[in-house]
């Protein structure tokens, strides 16, 4: 279960990075919240 939280991300970052979005729209894009789109890409070292 963890490697698949890890790997999406990764993904949610690039898509951030990639696209300069928001993340409102990172959440929208990958059908998720803001709070874990937040959590993902700020405990990515947890």
């Known amino acids: 279960m963890k490697g698949y939280i890890e790997e ?7 898509y951030i990075i990639d696209n300069n979005a928001t993340v409102r729209q990172t959440a929208k ?5 803001k709070s874990t789109v937040h959590k993902d890409v700020t405990k990515m070292n947890g």
């Open 8 to 14: 999406r991300a990764v993904e949610i970052a690039n």
């Open 29 to 33: 894009q990958f059908g998720i919240s």
